[in-house]
């Protein structure tokens, strides 16, 4: 049985490109759409779903907009943006509205959405041009990488990543090859977008949908005022326009899986499974007494064992095995009997533990075919030019935010001096790293005239804003600040209480062919953006919280088909909490 435990935030693979550095575009005709298959990679067994027929193109586009960066005078000018489309069959194409869609990240391909072209298509009527483009920097739109100096390779000390010690060497190829790097940025991949829209679509009416990072290109397009864009949908959102309190920061990742994490073990009182193994303590105090056990005896049985597969201190490496499912709807129910057992830790408890952690720690470490599509430097280079908190936080500072976390994943304060070396930062924060002091570039690029400026949205657009409220990666409060800073009458938040990260794919309802999410966005194109007329019906058929674990589920991670190992467990279902 495969099982995969975490979701991924990128998807990749091995696929040829063009550099911004060649002056030609081999195996591509640009501007020009050509037959191609709709799924870039062989499901190799893991899905159903068979292929579909679509077209792809690449056009070219300015390295530097104007305004935002020149490009110097010894590169190519231009780079490759990749766009995949499925065309209206229903009537002309020519004249029918247009669908764009824009994939999260930063640093993920296209590749993550290509199973919504056919759908989308499909549900509605093919009487839409359904177009995904990839972001500039990733898979065929002139990925960004360090190849050129053994960087971003298998070979390299951290992989794909650009580890801190790397940064020199990379950062002298980038300014060689690119010259700035706000090529990259936001705001260029926005005007991507604009440029497609203008130059390469019908000038019929057209919809913008984006999620995660995707959310974030968006609100920098709606800045840009495409006239012909008269809805946008944002899934998950990265609010970057706000007020500084209510503003997304990738810095405060931590505190934000901490706030959602103690959201989910609230529930388990609300579940009378759950409830029943937590009777005297709470499953969240529960587990931050196992924290603090863990810090104080790190050579106990448990604790040793988690040490020995995170290869982490034992409470960092809790943390983040906790972290890894809580975005999986799946998995996250395993949050309460892991506690439990990880807290007890009785002989019978070991081999379950410790089935869970090899299973666990083997996937997440697991090298995915995709991975080569995506763009961790890219990842890095927007993250830490855009969404990181000024002034820095300090290291201690990012430890405590930490460590008061019950839940966590991948810790933000193990990245600072990551940042540190990109930017070159010259403060009390960065010095005593000691990692800036290189003669190139930093890779990263200043705020440009649309950072932090909130778009006025036109009298002939509307936005549909769609949040999870257990989304660990874009917590809902980010999508509720931006819907109320918008200043407009035509706009619409919704809300699933109990979903996670992406709405299109976390609200399941009974056809288990498409989510609710999916038919919030056909109803809102079919209805030409009309909010009036969006048909919320399946709001209701989506399934309530429930912390009930699959047999099947339990038996593969912990060799057990009793999730707790007591036989106090209550057996059977537990009650669904409906959402509002």
Request: a negative charge.
């Amino acid at each position: 049985m495969h099982l995969r435990l975490v979701l991924s935030i990128a998807a990749a693979g091995v696929i040829g490109r063009a550099s911004a550095a060649s002056n030609t575009t081999a195996g591509h005709t640009l501007a020009q759409w050509d037959p191609c298959q709709g799924f870039t990679f062989d499901a190799a067994g893991e899905s159903d779903v068979p292929s579909f027929n679509a077209e792809c193109m690449v056009f070219a586009a300015p390295l530097c907009y104007p305004g935002v960066c020149e490009a110097p005078a010894n590169v190519n000018p231009n780079i490759e943006i990749f766009v995949k489309r499925v065309a209206a069959t229903a009537g002309d194409a020519k004249n029918a509205p247009n669908l764009l869609l824009v994939p999260g990240g930063p640093g993920v391909s296209s590749e993550t959405l290509e199973s919504a072209l056919d759908l989308l298509s499909a549900k509605l009527g093919g009487a839409v041009n359904v177009y995904l483009m990839e972001h500039r920097g990733t898979g065929r739109s002139t990925r960004l990488d360090c190849v050129a100096s053994q960087s971003t390779t298998t070979g390299s000390p951290s992989g794909l990543q650009v580890e801190p010690s790397e940064v020199p060497a990379c950062a002298q190829v980038l300014q060689e090859t690119y010259g700035s790097l706000a090529s990259f940025s936001t705001t260029s991949g926005a005007m991507d977008l604009a440029t497609f829209i203008s130059e390469y679509t019908n000038g019929a009416p057209t919809f913008v949908f984006g999620r995660s990072y995707g959310t974030a290109v968006i609100q920098r397009l709606m800045q840009l005022n495409p006239p012909t864009v008269t809805g946008y949908v944002l899934d998950s959102v990265m609010a970057t326009a706000v007020a500084p309190d209510k503003k997304f920061y990738h810095s405060s990742r931590d505190t934000m899986f901490g706030e959602v994490g103690e959201q989910f073990m609230n529930l388990c009182a609300q579940d009378s499974n759950c409830a029943a193994q937590f009777k005297d303590k709470s499953l969240s105090a529960t587990l931050h007494d196992l924290l603090a056990k863990f810090d104080s005896d790190a050579s106990s049985t448990c604790a040793a064992l988690v040490a020995e597969y995170t290869k982490k201190s034992p409470s960092a490496g809790l943390r983040d095995q906790l972290g890894s499912i809580l975005n999986n709807q799946n998995l996250r129910s395993l949050i309460a009997p892991l506690v439990y057992r990880f807290n007890r830790c009785d002989p019978s408890d070991v081999p379950a533990l410790t089935q869970f952690l090899q299973i666990n720690t083997e996937e997440e470490s697991r090298t995915d075919v995709n991975d080569a599509l995506a763009s961790k430097l890219l990842t890095n280079v927007i993250f830490f030019s855009e969404m990181w908190e000024t002034p820095i936080p300090s290291l201690a500072e990012l430890q405590t935010r930490f460590t008061t976390a019950g839940i966590s994943n991948q810790a933000v304060y193990e990245s600072l001096s990551w940042f540190c070396a990109y930017s070159k930062e010259q403060s009390a924060q960065c010095e005593e790293f000691g990692v800036g002091s290189y003669n190139a570039n930093g890779i990263i690029y200043p705020h440009d005239q649309y950072w932090d400026k909130l778009a006025t949205v036109p009298s002939t657009a509307s936005v549909l804003l769609l949040a999870g409220g257990l989304d660990p990666l874009t917590p809902a409060k980010y999508t509720k600040s931006l819907f109320e800073a918008l200043d407009t009458p035509n706009k619409e938040l919704i809300v699933f209480d109990y979903s996670s990260h992406s709405v299109i794919a976390s609200t399941p309802i009974g056809d288990g062919e498409t989510t609710c999410g999916f038919n919030l966005l056909i109803s809102y194109v079919a209805g030409n953006g009309n909010l009036n007329s969006l048909d919320k019906s399946c709001m209701a058929q989506v399934a309530g919280f429930d912390m009930a674990l699959p047999p099947d589920t339990v038996s593969y991670l912990f060799g057990t088909n009793d999730a707790y190992g007591s036989a106090q467990a209550p057996t059977g279902q537990t009650e669904q909490i409906t959402p509002a």
